[in-house]
């Protein structure tokens, strides 16, 4: 499956946004979807993940109650909504495809856009 993300931007610390990853092809919805970020210097780490159906999701400690992950699979697409933005989250948003829901290492997931840039202003 190929992803590609969308919504990233510019926002003031505090502010909201919400990422779109766009899936192609027929097979989406067999897919467990999740949301990873790189900040500079720092490893890739999850976000949040939700299961093929969109009946489970996981977040990350540092995020819950402010991120929401959800999915639409008439529209092959998984969102992340994000409020009460830090600068601290400034970093490359992705979408990744993995078989199985509540995997949180990237090595699980097979299928990866190519980013989103997300930059929160103090």
């Known amino acids: 499956v190929q992803l590609v993300e969308s919504g990233g931007g510019l926002v003031q610390a505090g502010g909201s946004l919400r990422l779109s990853c766009e899936a192609s092809g027929r097979t989406f919805s067999t897919y467990a979807m999740g949301w990873f970020r790189r900040a500079p210097g720092q490893e890739r780490e999850c976000v949040a993940t939700?299961?093929?159906?969109?009946?489970?999701?996981y977040y990350a400690d540092n995020v819950k109650g402010r991120f929401t992950i959800s999915r639409d699979n008439v529209k092959n697409t998984v969102y992340l909504q994000m409020n009460s933005l830090k600068p601290e989250e400034t970093a490359v948003y992705y979408c990744?495809?993995?078989?199985?829901?509540?995997?949180?290492?990237?090595?699980?997931?097979?299928?990866w856009g190519q980013g989103t840039q997300v930059t929160v202003s103090s």
């Open positions: 939700i299961s093929r159906g969109g009946g489970n999701t």
């Open positions: 990744a495809a993995a078989g199985v829901f509540g995997l949180t290492e990237e090595y699980h997931y097979r299928s």
